[in-house]
């Protein structure tokens, strides 16, 4: 507006702002019905899919057992309220509000190698040994 009243054409404030022409024209008519507060945004956003009290329901099953998959929960959505979320992040932002880790584990080293391990345990009783000795020399 401040652009419009120090006399700039439309078509300048266009380039200027990478605006429409016609987003040019609603502020100024909003901003001389209603002021600046005229000019303030009104988008409140989208509304979630699941409604309070079956987002409440959702963390409660969740909050049922210590570990889940992500195909259960997207299952249940899906299934039982309809929803599929375009995001696997919103299914990772319901096992957070429940209190539950979706991070993947595992209960072994994938890339663990025995052998390697055992050569490494070997060379630390060794060089153990070889303290131990030394210790043994200086006192």
């Given at each position: 507006m401040k652009l419009v009243?120090?006399?700039y054409k439309y078509e300048e404030i266009q380039t200027i702002l990478d605006v429409s022409l016609g987003s040019i024209t609603s502020w100024k008519q909003s901003y001389k019905e209603y002021g600046i507060s005229g000019l303030r945004l009104n988008h409140k956003g989208r509304k979630g899919y699941l409604s309070d009290e079956q987002l409440q329901e959702v963390l409660s099953w969740l909050q049922t057992k210590d570990t889940w998959e992500l195909g259960e929960l997207e299952y249940k959505l899906a299934f039982e309220y309809e929803?599929?979320?375009e995001s696997k992040r919103s299914y990772y932002d319901l096992f957070d509000a429940a209190g539950?880790?979706?991070?993947?584990t595992t209960s072994l080293n994938p890339k663990a190698d025995p052998e390697a391990?055992?050569?490494?345990k070997k060379q630390i009783e060794?060089?153990?040994?070889?303290?131990s000795q030394f210790l043994i020399l200086i006192r």
């Open positions: 009243y120090q006399g929803v599929i979320y539950i880790s979706w991070k993947k391990v055992a050569a490494k060794t060089l153990l040994a070889v303290v």
